[in-house]
């Protein structure tokens, strides 16, 4: 009796894996099939709904991504700024970083690395190669930019806009 009962239920088991969709789990891996996205979120059966970290139909609280909440700049989804409605102009974001021009004035040292070169602490990216590894001194205009990735594995970058060689005096 008790073998009977196994073999139904993996026939029951086989049978019911066999009754899902013919579209794979993984959204992908059938050539054949195309996949297109819904427009809307769903939801999923046994997900609790008073998680604080789900989104709710209901008013937030401020600061919970209210948009007349502290930030005081109330948007439209896709449209133009609101206005203020203290009447006081928001201020302006300004740059983290002033863009500007910086002098370097030595001579460029070889880095640990083939075509790399150094003056005073910075990694020189561009300008004239030729000028910067003759061994003179220099005179190097550009702008830092510590955002960049190199491989010379040395000094900060520092984009050089001009190379001017200062000839040795007599």
């Not at 008073?50 to 948007?75: A, F, H, I, R």
């Amino acid at each position: 009796m008790d073998r009977l009962f196994t073999t139904v239920a993996a026939a029951a088991v086989l049978l019911l894996a066999g009754c899902g969709s013919d579209v794979p789990a993984t959204g992908g891996d059938d050539p054949t099939s195309e996949v297109t996205p819904t427009g809307g979120p769903s939801a999923s059966p046994g997900l609790p709904t008073d998680d604080p970290g789900l989104p709710t139909d209901g008013p937030t609280e401020p600061g919970q991504g209210d948009p007349t909440g502290p930030s005081g700049d109330p948007t439209t989804p896709g449209g133009e700024p609101q206005p203020n409605p203290s009447g006081t102009e928001a201020p302006v974001p300004q740059p983290t970083t002033l863009p500007g021009s910086t002098e370097l004035t030595g001579f460029p040292e070889a880095g640990v690395e083939s075509g790399c070169w150094l003056l005073d602490g910075y990694l020189l990216l561009g300008g004239d190669q030729e000028l910067i590894a003759s061994g003179r001194e220099v005179q190097v205009t550009g702008t830092v930019d510590e955002t960049l990735m190199t491989t010379c594995q040395q000094g900060t970058p520092f984009r050089v806009d001009s190379v001017v060689g200062i000839e040795p005096s007599s």
